[in-house]
């Protein structure tokens, strides 16, 4: 039987050593280093929040570029016309903005398209916005919006001065472990074993008593607004919203992270993000050699372990424990055999 | 007796093939009610209306004496119906056990409210103890950790009779519950079958191919020809009907 508990302990002390690991960095690295360690935070959870749709409850997205970017524009918005918002109200407005996106794409979409119509049409609404980004003066257009400050943070007994890209670098990890943790909890909470079912046999989950297209719509939100939450933390760090965000090209990364590090474990995003993050700073001298390097890993990862790289490691260790298992009992055999 | 489920003038058709045609059918509580027919008879088709599968063109179905003819499947789930599916559906890359958790949770989802779905990560000890309950009473021992795809026949169908006994429904219907078993397991199952309908007190319908099943479980038989009713009543009457042996069961 599953032990609930150990595996709750386990994953939180994997998610622990993610964030010493993490924390480690400023001393080790110089600010270049820092900067991209921050990204990888980010993205990771970035990655988990793809993938919290697609093995969570089964809906593909190409386009989840747009809700990284409604959170970075809706905090970059906030931050310059509404500076004396709270910080971190400014950041959940932000991940709210997500949301939002989510809940009109996804009331329409849901309703209309499944499986891969599903997935076209969020590539569709999500170059749409794209598009729009970069039309509209007030969002800045090609140039984006830029120059937005990092905060100082009031708590009542106290400042928190997040100025500094350090300072603002171990926001990021906290916040991101947070919401990792949290998204965990989620997926093992009845509801995200519901969303599992609704992924494994949707019939059978509505003959369960499950409105499915509810559930799949709770899903797309809370996924859109985890995607967004990333866009909007980043843009403090990283002083720019740019239409970039919006680019179908980020709509792929989740994607790339997923199948390098595993769709079928939770962390398989996690391991993913660092991968490419360390592809893309070991190449950063030779323009396109990560693009080539990223190519040619995904192809040898799709073919060779269609898992991932924790899809190896599980099946590897399933091999190793099989083993050790016909070992022992070969063992014992042996003995009864020596005892006759 | 009250009626539980009454369907009036139902008629269905895919593009240009009427399937049901002018049915009207009648579920009493705490009978077992088995449908029979040849191949393409519209006892599926009947099946699927009945459960809200899929919607009928023209008729009304009534359930507890609410009108279900506009409701999806799920919310006549939520109304007191549990089915069953011709090849057993459960969640293949779960456990036996979590498949049990999964339904246990959706009635309790849909009893307690919605904020019973949040806030823990380790299933609640009475819905553990529910789910070993079940699995003591339908004799799933010895399967509770494997992947449910990996179940035998036999085991997936008693894992998915299992799942929709957790909903706690008043009306039970199973589609073919025997379709590809072998004779023994048959015999098993349908002592299974009438245990569980006595013990919970269901109200059973049951579309059926094996005559041994049919006569072991019902206490009411409706015969579908050509997707119209040519015979309801009781078991020995219903086999005695001249029309009845003419279409079917002369054929054995």
Redesign the interface.
């Known amino acids: 039987m599953i032990d609930y508990r150990v595996r709750f302990r386990t994953n939180l002390v994997i998610a622990a050593c993610g964030l010493a690991a993490f924390a480690v960095v400023p001393f080790v690295a110089n600010s270049g280093l820092l900067f991209l360690a921050g990204l990888v935070a980010i993205n990771i959870v970035f990655g988990l929040s793809w993938n919290f749709l697609f093995s969570g409850v089964g809906l593909l997205s190409f386009g989840h570029a747009m809700f990284f970017a409604g959170g970075a524009y809706g905090m970059a918005l906030i931050t310059r016309h509404v500076p004396e918002m709270p910080f971190l109200l400014a950041l959940v407005l932000g991940a709210a903005c997500g949301g939002l996106i989510a809940l009109v794409f996804g009331v329409v979409a849901l309703r209309r398209a499944s499986g891969v119509y599903f997935a076209v049409l969020t590539l569709a609404f999500s170059e749409l916005i794209h598009i729009l980004i970069t039309k509209t003066t007030f969002l800045g257009r090609n140039d984006g919006l830029t120059g937005i400050p990092r905060p100082v943070i009031e708590l009542g007994f106290g400042t928190l001065n997040l100025t500094s890209a350090t300072a603002y670098y171990y926001f990021i990890i906290i916040a991101m472990t947070l919401v990792a943790v949290m998204m965990w909890c989620f997926q093992n909470a009845p509801a995200g074993r519901l969303l599992q079912a609704i992924r494994q046999d949707q019939m059978r989950t509505a003959f369960l008593g499950t409105p499915i297209q509810g559930w799949q719509l709770t899903a797309f939100v809370i996924s859109g607004t985890v995607a967004a939450f990333c866009g909007a933390v980043m843009v403090p760090f990283t002083q720019i919203a740019s239409p970039e965000i919006a680019y179908w090209t980020v709509s792929t990364q989740p994607i790339l992270f997923t199948l390098l590090g595993g769709a079928g474990h939770f962390w398989g995003p996690a391991v993913g993000a660092i991968l490419f993050g360390a592809i893309d700073y070991g190449t950063r001298t030779m323009h396109g050699l990560s693009e080539i390097t990223v190519g040619v890993l995904l192809l040898a990862v799709v073919l060779i372990i269609p898992g991932g790289l924790l899809g190896l490691l599980k099946r590897r260790r399933a091999a190793a424990s099989k083993s050790t298992r016909a070992e022992t009992a070969g063992e014992r055999t042996s003995e009864t055999e020596a005892g006759k | 007796m009250t009626r539980i489920m009454e369907a009036r003038a139902m008629h269905k058709s895919y593009g240009q093939v009427k399937v049901l045609e002018d049915v009207s059918f009648d579920l009493e509580e705490g009978e077992a009610h088995v449908v029979i027919g040849p191949n393409g008879a519209g006892k599926t088709t009947l099946f699927r209306c009945l459960?809200g599968?899929t919607r009928i063109n023209s008729g009304t179905i009534m359930l507890n004496g609410q009108d279900v003819t506009g409701l999806?499947?799920?919310q006549r789930?939520?109304r007191g119906i549990?089915?069953s599916?011709q090849v057993a559906?459960?969640?293949?890359?779960?456990?036996a056990?979590?498949n049990l958790?999964?339904?246990i949770?959706?009635?309790?989802?849909?009893e307690k409210g919605i904020w019973?779905?949040?806030?823990?990560?380790?299933?609640r000890r009475a819905v553990m103890d529910e789910a070993e309950r079940l699995v003591h009473e339908l004799g799933l021992e010895g399967t509770?950790?494997d992947p449910a795809g990996t179940l035998s026949h036999g085991d997936k169908k008693r894992l998915e009779l299992a799942?929709s006994l957790a909903?706690r429904p008043k009306v039970l219907m199973l589609d073919e519950p025997t379709a590809g078993m072998s004779p023994s397991d048959r015999s098993e199952a349908v002592r299974l079958i009438s245990d569980v309908r006595a013990r919970y007190g269901l109200t059973l319908l049951l579309t059926e191919h094996d005559m041994e099943v049919v006569f072991g479980l019902a206490t009411r038989l409706t015969v579908l020809h050509h997707g119209a009713i040519i015979a309801s009543g009781e078991p020995h009457k219903v086999r005695a009907d001249a029309r009845v042996r003419e279409v079917y069961l002369g054929q054995h």
């Open positions: 459960s599968e999806a499947g799920w789930v939520q549990g089915r599916f559906r459960i969640f293949q890359d779960m456990s056990f979590e958790i999964v339904a949770e959706t009635r309790e989802r849909n019973a779905s949040f806030g823990h990560i380790a299933p509770l950790d799942m909903l």
